[in-house]
């Protein structure tokens, strides 16, 4: 992929950083599943997270809205320190939307539904309102055709980007994905990258862990990889994919490109 195919940068180093972690800890019962991890995201960056399976690329983004609990280590999100005080708890959910690698969506609620249930009640907006920005989002993503089907009466990749749509109308300042298109048939992949693609082109701040080298290249202003719990290696895609400066990382993208 040529460079002239690569998005411009939206970051602003001159704001503080959306995200911080600074020497973070994490453990499951004896397994050291996060090791001094320190990272900063500015505003507006996108960051791809890669890394052999196991290495801890969920439990990290997971502790950045805190579905998981760090226990050494701080966590600034959007100026926010995470803790165990429920009022940071719910500031945090509102700013970050989450992505997953199944989609998560509630079966028996329609697509609209779907995308009006957290705006409604989480963020109290009439619903009326919620409904408008819900197809606004729906139209972006390209399935206004879908808001009365439920989601087993998508494809895949229909309900993945009814997924993206849905914590898009929570209006969040980062998102967060986690292998989103690593569930989806290969033709499917392609129009959930490219929504992610066009995700990016409004500034959106985004960590996104995925192997699709391809989107890295186009969308990346940095890439992370990750083993062992461990941040091994960062930089641009470019230069990080063309000359790794680990056997870790070389073995990893050996395996992978
Ligand atoms: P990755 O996303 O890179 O595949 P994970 O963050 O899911 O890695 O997992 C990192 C390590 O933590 C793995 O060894 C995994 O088995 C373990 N792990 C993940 N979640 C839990 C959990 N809830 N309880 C215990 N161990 C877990
Ligand atoms: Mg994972």
Not at 131 to 140: G, I, N, Q
Not at 225 to 230: K, L
């Amino acid at each position: 992929m040529s460079a002239a195919e690569t998005l411009a940068s939206s970051v602003r180093a001159d704001a503080p950083p959306a995200i911080s972690l600074k020497g973070v800890n994490k453990w499951f019962g004896a397994l050291h599943v996060l090791r001094d991890v320190n990272l900063d995201v500015s505003l507006g960056e996108r960051v791809v997270v890669c890394g052999p399976s196991g290495s801890g690329k969920s439990t990290l983004i997971r502790c950045i809205n805190r579905l998981e609990e760090h226990q050494e280590g701080q966590i600034i999100v959007d100026g926010i320190e995470l803790s165990n005080d429920l009022r940071s708890l719910d500031a945090i959910r509102r700013e970050v939307g989450m992505v997953f690698q199944s989609f998560n969506l509630f079966p028996h609620l329609t697509i609209l539904e779907n995308c009006t249930l957290a705006p409604i009640w989480v963020r109290k907006m009439p619903k009326k309102e919620a409904e408008e920005l819900a197809m606004e989002y729906l139209t972006r993503v390209r399935i206004p055709e879908q808001a009365n089907k439920y989601p087993g009466q998508l494809s895949g990749g229909q309900q993945q980007r009814v997924a993206i749509a849905r914590a898009l109308c929570m209006k969040p300042k980062i998102m967060l994905f986690d292998e989103p298109t690593s569930a989806l048939d290969p033709e499917m992949i392609k129009e959930v990258l490219d929504t992610m693609v066009m995700l990016a082109e409004t500034g959106m701040t985004m960590i996104c862990v995925t192997h699709e080298m391809g989107f890295a290249r186009t969308v990346a202003d940095r890439v992370i990889f990750m083993d062992r719990g461990e941040i091994v290696e960062s930089g641009e895609p470019q230069s990080l994919f063309a000359n790794p400066q680990t056997e870790r990382l070389q073995t990893f993208l050996s395996q992978i490109l």
